[in-house]
């Protein structure tokens, strides 16, 4: 039995070492995230304090309906954070009250709350990308300029195919 068949990989056009390796880089990668070791450097920028929940709020919020052109809405926050309506709208609520975001009448429907960011929420967004761009370039600071390419297309498509793999 080869490596592909005990590991269960696809056969065909994956590799079953290459599916093996991406599998175990995940998984460190989800145990980094976890962990929310990029987040806290954020907080502690901020003139104003802010928790981590609302923080991934406040970056859903900054993402957008990007291509889809979906109002930003409670129900759009539980998708982009994969929670519960009840639990999203509960921190939505406290990023509300805390003066990160606020909520506004859909241009679409008047009758349905939106939600964007305030200058609060502009700084928090502002010191989130600064935060990750700078730890992403320490970590890149040894790749060539091509590798550093590379890698944000390849990284790119894999998201963009975690997209389509959701949604198909």
């Known amino acids: 039995m080869d490596g592909a068949e ?39 920028g901020l003139a104003d304090p802010i928790d981590l929940n609302t923080l991934a709020v406040v970056d859903a919020v900054d993402e957008g309906g990007g291509q889809s052109g979906r109002d930003v809405t ?15 709208s509960r921190i939505v609520a406290d990023a509300v009250k805390s003066g990160f975001i ?4 859909s241009q679409e429907d008047g009758r349905r709350s939106c939600l964007e960011l305030t200058p609060t929420g502009e700084e928090a967004v502002s010191a989130a990308h600064r935060t990750r761009q700078d730890f992403y370039g320490k970590v890149l600071g040894d790749w060539d300029e091509g590798e550093q390419r590379e890698f944000a297309r390849l990284l790119t498509k894999f998201v963009h195919s975690l997209d389509e793999a959701d949604h198909g």
Request: charged share 30%; hydrophobic share 45%.
């Open 102 to 105: 606020r909520r506004v009448a």
């Open 6 to 44: 005990k590991t269960g990989a696809t056969t065909g056009r994956n590799d079953g070492a290459v599916l093996t390796a991406i599998e175990a880089a995940m998984i460190r990668i989800r145990r980094r995230q976890s962990r929310r070791s990029l987040a806290r450097p954020v907080m502690k």
């Open 74 to 88: 409670v129900g759009f926050i539980a998708d982009r954070l994969a929670i519960d309506p009840s639990r999203a």
